[in-house]
């Protein structure tokens, strides 16, 4: 099984920690845009006839931006063109600031069985701050047009005059208003970017102070019954998503549209991030990909342990040595013998600790040095 995630790089205005490949200028161009993620991905239907994929990622950008039609189409072509599992689970990104009841309502009727909603905060000071279009106002009507359905919401935490009321405010807020999966992610400020300007100057959290907003979140949503399932994820109920499972497990994704990046059979491709060169490239017939890697099988252990560690169920030694034909904790004595007071071992699995699981980049680096085995 695989999963398709399918690029818009389209919105109302760039958000000031954006790092994204997104154009707030040329919404203009939307449809030529769409017209050619088609074309793509009829360009890729003979080479993915073998491959059956159970999830569409529809991200950005912000997809709810442009006008719906094309994102009817967008399901509508996928399922043309790949064989996509009649219970696949379909994702759409939404800025609470660009939906409507007739959206949602297109959405739903051309197979759309998720939403993902950018909340960000329950602080409008600190939405402003952040360039957010969208105000709490803005992201309770839109919860209110999807109630009952499978909606996700994103909760932001390291934000300039945060406090960790403020975070578990937000959570009430996107839990009561009937979220069953909430993203909780640190901001990372990236050179070239507005808030970078902040981080520079000291105006956000320390990495110590991010900890504990992240400490605090992770408790509120256990109190309000989410289960955390990988280190920014959590959800109720079992409604993971599937489409970022499958990246965490290395699963097979094909991506489409400028800076879509694709990992299928082991080769590694990624498109151009020139919304130019995409068109140009597509229009004459030819992929738009500007780098191909195939991943060699050192290179296929390294990710398998550095995802599967991201993950609450962590790393399962069986599966482990059924794809590299080695025993795990044999092979990896050095780095287990050096975490041991950080992870669990036991016949079936290799995991981080709960408490430490936010700082698990420090764990998994002893697990990719290449003086093991």
């Given at each position: ?324 034909g080695c025993d795990f904790p044999e092979k990896y004595c050095k780095a287990i013998e050096k975490t041991r007071e950080y992870i669990e071992v036991n016949d079936n699995f ?24």
């Open positions: 099984m695989g999963g398709i995630y399918v690029h818009i790089p389209f919105c109302k205005s760039k958000c000031t920690y954006c790092d994204f490949t997104s154009f707030p200028d040329k919404l203009c161009f939307a449809e030529g845009y769409m017209a050619c993620v088609y074309r793509e991905m009829a360009m890729r239907k003979e080479g993915l006839k073998n491959h059956t994929f159970e999830s569409l990622y529809i991200g950005g950008g912000t997809p709810s931006v442009i006008d719906e039609k094309y994102i009817a189409m967008l399901v509508a072509a996928a399922r043309k063109n790949f064989n996509l599992t009649p219970d696949a689970e379909i994702t759409i990104e939404m800025n609470p600031g660009t939906v409507s009841a007739g959206k949602i309502d297109t959405y739903l009727r051309c197979g759309i069985n998720r939403f993902s909603v950018g909340l960000q905060t329950a602080n409008d000071a600190q939405l402003r701050d952040l360039g957010r279009i969208h105000t709490i106002k803005d992201f309770l009507a839109c919860a209110k047009l999807l109630k009952g359905q499978n909606f996700s919401a994103d909760v932001m935490i390291g934000l300039k005059n945060q406090t960790i009321s403020d975070i578990e405010r937000t959570i009430e807020v996107a839990a009561s208003a009937g979220a069953s999966h909430i993203s909780m992610y640190a901001l990372t400020p990236e050179d070239g970017t507005p808030i970078y300007t902040q981080y520079l100057n000291g105006e956000l959290p320390d990495s110590d102070e991010v900890a504990d907003m992240y400490a605090a979140g992770v408790k509120k949503l256990k109190s309000l019954g989410f289960e955390r399932y990988e280190v920014s994820n959590f959800c109720k109920n079992g409604r993971f998503s599937r489409h970022n499972l499958n990246y965490w497990r290395r699963g097979d994704y094909i991506g489409f549209g400028v800076a879509a990046s694709s990992c299928i059979d082991n080769v590694r491709l990624t498109n151009t991030f020139d919304l130019d060169e995409y068109f140009k490239c597509i229009l004459s017939s030819h992929f738009a990909v500007i780098d191909r890697q195939e991943i060699d099988k050192a290179g296929r252990e390294e990710e398998f342990i550095m995802l599967a560690l991201r993950t609450e169920a962590g790393l399962n030694l069986k599966n482990f040595k059924s794809q590299f290799v995991k981080i600790k709960e408490q430490y699981l936010f700082v698990q980049n420090g764990i998994i680096v002893e697990f990719l040095r290449t003086d093991e085995g």
